[in-house]
């Protein structure tokens, strides 16, 4: 006890005589209708590209969120690289150690990275997914579940990640999807591209956005239906009667649809994968053919073309062989006897 008491004690010191981590200096490098960029020295323009599409992005995600309240101001702190995300947090709120950007929806403010040591981010796409966690939380408050917060922020991302896709069709040919009631305690502590809580969420939101108002595939609903289904939740928190007013069925039932439409989805991507192989190895092999046989042409031609030039100095072997001999010059003059 005494040393377990000892060595907490050490620890505590050792962090307190540390010296902090230099916080990153920032200055206000654009602001754009609602948004504010403030970034360190020489990112200027990067700061400009990203409120533009900032103010954009938002205007966006206003019209899914019809008659909710909407963020009135948000601040952007950009810095050059992810280790220096904690630096720039509000304070006593840190960052992921693994995260590239953070939101903090009950202040308006998010932080986005250009980089994670040499790998560069996509700060664009970045920022649209902290601005929708920003947006839905001014919109919804407490009451939109993590499973909502994520699949709607990545609505609005527009991002794309093969191992989600691989994870998606791994769920739907050998089980492994999350019960509904136990999405949110699914997700880690960090935020992994393979992972099941975070593909599942993804896809999930996005089968609610297309969605008509009934069960038809040919009926996407504009959107209206999603949209009324994030009002019912603003308005009452309850996302069973949310659901029912939006789409006419419980989320235990839309769940279940959402089941069946992955596994008729992605069940194909197997398929397709092994269609797109057989085809770029059809066409390997068409162009190695096509290839040899050019090979095989060209030795054939210059094959013919070696045994045209050795007839031809064949006959000019002969030819000159039967020719007869030139005439032999005729003898010099005698010069005359001088006495």
């Not at 200027?44 to 009135?72: K, T």
């Not at 997700?187 to 992994?192: G, I, Q, S, V, Y």
């Not at 949209?227 to 279940?256: H, P």
């Not at 030139?326 to 006495?339: E, F, G, I, K």
Request: aromatic fraction near 8%.
């Amino acid at each position: 006890m005494k040393l377990a008491s000892i060595a907490a004690f050490l620890v505590a010191l050792f962090a307190w005589l540390a010296p902090a981590a230099a916080q990153p200096a920032l200055h206000q490098a654009a602001s754009r209708g609602r948004v504010t960029v403030y970034a360190e020295a020489g990112l200027e323009d990067a700061a400009i590209d990203l409120a533009a599409g900032a103010e954009a992005a938002l205007e966006r995600m206003r019209a899914d969120l019809v008659d909710l309240p909407q963020p009135s101001a948000i601040e952007v702190r950009l810095v050059r690289d992810a280790k220096d995300l904690a630096g720039v947090a509000p304070a006593g709120r840190g960052a992921p150690h693994w995260a590239v950007g953070v939101a903090y929806p009950d202040l308006s403010i998010v932080s986005v990275a250009l980089r994670r040591g040499t790998s560069p981010v996509n700060a664009e796409a970045t920022l649209r997914h902290e601005l929708g966690h920003v947006a839905l939380g001014v919109a919804l408050g407490d009451r939109a579940p993590r499973w909502l917060h994520e699949g709607f922020a990545y609505q609005h991302a527009g991002e794309w990640s093969w191992e989600r896709t691989e994870t998606l069709a791994g769920m739907a040919w050998f089980g492994g999807i999350v019960p509904l009631n136990q999405l949110d305690a699914s997700f880690p502590a960090a935020e992994l591209p393979a992972n099941r809580a975070y593909a599942q969420s993804y896809d999930f939101v996005g089968f609610l956005s297309r969605r008509g108002r009934y069960e038809d595939k040919h009926d996407d609903g504009d959107r209206w239906p999603f949209k009324r289904f994030l009002a019912e939740v603003g308005k009452t928190g309850d996302l069973d009667a949310a659901a029912k007013t939006a789409y006419g069925k419980r989320m235990t039932e839309l769940f279940e649809e959402w089941k069946s439409s992955l596994t008729t989805r992605y069940m194909l991507v197997p398929i397709g994968l092994l269609g797109l192989a057989l085809w770029i190895a059809c066409a390997l092999l068409l162009g190695l053919a096509f290839w040899r046989r050019r090979r095989q042409n060209r030795r054939r031609l210059d094959a013919w073309d070696a045994q045209e030039k050795a007839e031809e100095a064949a006959i000019a072997a002969q030819v000159e062989a039967l020719s007869p001999p030139p005439p032999a010059p005729p003898a010099p003059p005698v010069p005359p006897l001088l006495n």
